[in-house]
């Protein structure tokens, strides 16, 4: 099985900065992708970015220039830099890990998530 934990959310004001982590326990193979998705009340989960197979990275539009996604692979930890917050990335913020069970099936994992709040 494998654990994922964030960290790293809080309350930032209008144009600052902050950088989430997702540590990563257990049986950690074959990542087939990994990434961090958001849920603002009263809205469905969406895409913030992730990382595919090879290396491929993919940005929600809302947080492309703003937000850098990285990974450590001696840690286990997947990051989140996100700058020039605004209200609009208001939500919680989970990590995700899809990994290569078969040739046919991946396994999902998700965090438990971690509020932003960006407010003055």
């Known amino acids: 099985q494998v654990q994922l934990v964030e960290s790293g959310g809080g309350l930032v004001q209008p144009g600052g900065s902050l950088r989430l982590s997702c540590a990563a326990s257990g049986s950690i193979r074959s990542v087939y992708s990994m990434g961090w998705y958001r849920q603002a009340p009263g809205k469905q989960r969406e895409l913030v970015a992730k990382i595919i197979t090879g290396g491929t990275i993919n940005y929600s539009d809302s947080v492309k220039g703003r937000f850098t996604i990285s990974r450590d692979n001696a840690k286990n930890t997947m990051y989140l830099q996100m700058n020039s917050l605004n209200s609009e990335d208001t939500a919680v913020y989970y990590c995700?890990?899809?990994?290569?069970?078969?040739?046919?099936?991946?396994?999902?994992?998700w965090g438990q998530g971690t509020q932003v709040t960006v407010s003055s």
């Open positions: 995700n890990v899809a990994l290569e069970n078969t040739v046919y099936t991946r396994r999902v994992y």
